[in-house]
């Protein structure tokens, strides 16, 4: 299952919203200074509530750097000293505990949304697909479109898994058409053809070739999935 790194969760667009705000007020100053009293409080608002919120925003970071750490530790003993378990079950209990408490205080943010996605990719990889499955959904129907999207690729696997080939490849075929900056069309599409090349080699053919002469990684794994396709 695809997890993301901490390093893709440093976008703030509230920060990104607030700078164009003070842009604004920078641009028509001369307008703005006859109501100085008013604009003066509107910045002090502005900033304030923007101080709050970046701390705000810093603790649910933090929180979920945590958990990812708890589920990033090694079984066994730790190469550099650091945080091990000493069992699978431990750190799973743990993980689930952290991204469970996260979810819960967080819910509704960013750092609430990819706690669920972590949470779903604990029970996908203990095997327990149905409870995975809804935690997935939960993303996929409420949370923003990138990890929304993450979580429907997600499911796809499930859905392919589990002997529900069509839904599976509707919801991949989804991916196709609307790709974010987790789920690439490449990587949807790759993953299509893989899962139907058995069954439909055609249209898995059809999928791959635009992908065969690309550089890199996409083109490598377009050619050995058709090399692996039944003979027509």
Known sequence: ??????????????????????TFFEDHKNEIGKYAGIAVAVVVLILGYTIYQRREHGVREEALASAIRIQEAPVGV???????FPTQDAKDQESTRAFTDLATKYSGSAEGEIAQYYLGS???DAGKLAEAEKLYQ??????????ASLAKYALSQIYFSDGRADQG???????????TVFVSADQATLSLARAIGQKK?????????????RQGAVGQV????LSELPLQ
């Open 1 to 22: 299952m695809s997890r993301i790194t901490r390093k893709e969760l440093k976008t703030d667009k509230f920060a990104l919203e607030i700078g164009h705000g003070l």
């Open 78 to 84: 730790s190469g550099n000293g650091g945080l091990a």
């Open 122 to 124: 604990i029970k996908a």
């Open 138 to 147: 939960d993303v996929a129907q409420k949370g923003d479109e990138k990890y």
């Open 169 to 179: 490849e509707k919801t991949l075929r989804d991916l196709i058409a609307n790709p």
């Open 201 to 213: 080699p055609a249209e898995a053919r059809k999928l791959l070739e635009p992908l065969r002469n």
């Open 222 to 225: 377009a050619l050995t999935t």
